[in-house]
């Protein structure tokens, strides 16, 4: 688990909407930065990443990320799990500690540096460390609201921010 922070993927219909929040921690009680972005376009906007971790080691692996992307023209699960081999065994790659959360029109995947490409069973996932708590408040407004996706995952961010003290309510949204 990474702290300093929660992303969350919600996808609902042919809407998929990723959101973070802009807390960033230094150690274990200092706020360094209250409005951080932690979720990115990539290839030519037709795909949105969201990062847990070391912020440097986050931007590197989006980068690479995004390099694969074009060398598999978008092909998204082709990216990440090309993505997933080279950081699992690149000496200088696999030191890096995050955790991305990428998403398409199609798919929704988590992707690690143990080698895993997981795609959720349900149309959510989290992660960070308020991932959980605003993944369980995103399953239950998906399945007991009329909210779209941007509503809902902005709305489980900000029940995150109440809970965890390492995610705040400065939140970022984006939909595909």
């Known amino acids: 688990m990474f702290k300093g922070t929660t992303i969350i993927a919600v996808r609902k219909g042919a809407k998929v909407s990723v959101a973070g929040d802009g807390q960033i921690t230094f150690g274990e009680n200092t706020i360094l930065k209250h409005g951080a972005k932690k979720i990115r376009r990539l290839y030519n906007g037709e795909v949105i990443v969201g990062f847990a971790g070391s912020v440097a080691d986050a931007l590197t692996l989006s980068q690479k990320f995004e390099e694969k992307l074009e060398q598999y023209g978008g092909n998204l699960k082709r990216a990440a799990v090309e993505l997933a081999q080279e950081w699992r065994k690149d000496k200088i790659l696999r030191k890096l500690e995050a955790l991305l959360i990428a998403v398409d029109k199609k798919d929704t995947l988590l992707i690690s540096g143990t080698g895993e490409v997981i795609e959720p069973d349900e149309d959510v996932i989290g992660i960070g460390s308020g991932g959980n708590y605003a993944m369980a408040a995103a ?31 400065n939140i970022t949204v984006e939909t595909l």
């Open 139 to 169: 399953l239950a407004l998906r399945y007991n609201t009329d909210l779209d996706t941007e509503d809902i995952a902005k709305k489980a961010l900000e029940i995150a921010s109440k809970i965890c003290v390492y995610t705040n309510n």
